[in-house]
């Protein structure tokens, strides 16, 4: 690869077009795969800055996540290779986790519908609201819908994306400059291991595949974990099940229902079938449902190694973003797992798409690989191991989001954003499962009307 036409900046910040960043012509070739809430803002940001953008999206309509699936995997469990893999991991009584306030882009809030006006609302009006916000900003016109990325590679400098029209059958061969993965990681099932599983006779799932609470009328269910679908499921199939178990690595809880019980974690499964935890307790349970998370997975993307899926870290990345060898032309939004994602993929965004344009430039690889180990010595010193870099942005979760906004030219997040986020959590953790209908909803919509420009009420 040849150096910048114009001032001879090296190689590696040079685009296929001979121009480096800052001669560059500001308008990328740009693909973006997944059409969920960050290849939405994604190809939302790239427009607004004059980049060309295809978004490829497998499904026929927008929402990714948000799209609700009665269809199950033929593998419950999801560990089947061949299995015909279906994205969404959502039920029929799902509400969502956040405030729908935080689940608003900067300057499109998620308003109070009259389908749905609660503050914790229904997945299918998140899907609405994602719905109306690709019509406000005529994204569905840059999304070549059913087409399926198979193959993403590096050759000569530039990416090479093979996509299957899954209606013809055919594979398409084209070429961009950069590439900006926005496929989503809740799709792929995370197991527990336990100790003779391969004992058990009973019947094993994992939350992907959860959808009704019929199938488990009278059966004595185990749910392994405890973070929000673990939660949703215990309360859906409380009602109809004989017995819920619910085993959690911090037993804090005192949600009080009839026929549920919590224990520690399991320790095994002992011969005659019964499965004992650590606690000392034992039971005979029917089925096992693994409420364990989602594993990261980029099947598609070819990066030579360099950059790798460890447990629960993607790198390495500058700012959770860009690999520092391949930056700027290849990019990752939306890869935090437990942040409010709306908001730090639109700010993501941004930054991409202005890097793209050349109106903010990235630091010198070197720096860029400082400032990941910077966070991995973070993390350490707050005892999170670095296998877990992508769970979330802590501890510098607040320096992360101030900076972002500041390198797109805005004012650090509003203060009843941080706020509504702290209250979130505390909530979160006091009242598990009731916290959404024990909402303050006016003193809430009263800060956020009285403090910022911001809408919430229809
Ligand atoms: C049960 C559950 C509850 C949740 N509740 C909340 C909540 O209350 N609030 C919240 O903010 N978040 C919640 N989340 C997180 C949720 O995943 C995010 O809100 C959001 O959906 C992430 O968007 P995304 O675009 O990154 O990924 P996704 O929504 O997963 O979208 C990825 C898109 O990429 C497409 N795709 C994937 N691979 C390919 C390919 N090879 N070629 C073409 N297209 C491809 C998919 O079809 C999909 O459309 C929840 C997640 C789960 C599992």
Redesign the pocket.
């Known amino acids: 690869m040849a150096e910048c036409s114009v001032c001879a900046a090296p190689p590696a910040t040079v685009s296929f077009s001979r121009h480096c960043l800052r001669h560059a012509n500001r308008s990328v070739k740009v693909a973006v ?8 803002v994604a190809a939302r940001e790239l427009q607004r800055e004059n980049h060309s953008v295809v978004v ?4 026929d309509v ?6 609700y699936d009665p269809r199950t995997e033929s593998d419950p469990l999801g560990l089947d290779p061949n299995r015909e893999t279906i ?5 029929v009584s ?5 405030p729908r306030a ?2 608003s882009f900067r300057d499109f809030p998620f308003l109070r519908s009259r389908h749905d006006p609660r503050t ?1 609302p229904s ?1 299918e009006e ?1 899907l609405r609201f994602l719905n109306l916000f690709s019509d406000r900003f005529g994204i569905r016109q840059l999304i070549r819908f059913g ?4 193959r993403v590679e590096r050759e000569n400098e530039e990416w090479v994306v093979e ?1 299957l029209d899954r209606s013809s059958d055919s594979v398409t061969r084209e070429v961009f400059e950069a590439v900006v993965v ?6 792929i099932p995370r197991i527990a291991e336990i100790e003779g599983i391969e004992r058990w006779k009973g019947f094993q799932m994992h ?2 595949n959860y959808r009704v609470p019929q199938p488990f009328r009278h059966q004595v269910v185990l749910l392994i974990g405890y973070r ?2 673990a939660f ?1 499921i215990m309360v859906d199939i409380s009602p109809v099940a004989k017995e819920v178990h619910v085993s959690v690595k911090d037993n804090r809880l005192d949600v009080k229902f009839e026929n549920v019980k919590y224990h520690d974690m399991i320790k095994c499964v002992n011969e005659d079938g019964s499965i004992s935890f650590q606690d000392g307790s034992t039971i005979f349970a029917d089925t096992i449902i693994h409420c364990t998370g ?1 594993k990261y997975s980029f ?2 993307l070819d990066t030579n190694g360099i950059v790798e899926v460890q447990d629960h870290c993607v790198g390495p990345l500058y700012k959770h973003i860009f690999p520092p060898t391949l930056a700027p032309w290849l990019s990752f ?2 890869i935090p ?1 437990q942040e ?3 908001r730090i ?1 639109e700010l993501q965004s941004m930054y991409v798409a202005r890097v793209l344009s050349g109106k903010n430039f990235l630091p010198q690889e070197e720096e860029m690989t400082e400032s990941i180990q910077y966070i991995y010595q973070e993390m350490e010193k707050n005892a999170l191991p670095k296998s877990s870099c992508s769970l979330s942005l802590r501890p510098l979760q607040t320096d992360y989001k101030h900076w972002l906004a500041a390198q797109n030219g805005l004012p650090p997040l509003e203060e009843w954003w941080e706020n509504l986020l702290i209250e979130y959590f505390k909530k979160w953790i006091e009242l598990p499962g009731k916290y959404k209908d024990q909402w303050d909803d006016a003193y809430w919509d009263g800060i956020i009307q009285t403090t910022s420009t911001f809408q919430i009420q229809i």
């Open positions: 795969i997944g059409a969920g809430v960050s290849g939405l490829f999206e497998q499904n927008v929402g990714g996540n948000w799209i994205h969404s991991s959502i039920y799902l509400r969502t986790n956040l935080l689940m914790f997945h998140v087409t399926r990325v198979v996509s926005c496929s989503g990681h809740n799709s939350s992907h929000h679908s949703d989602y099947p598609y939004i939306g797992t409010p994602i709306f993929a």
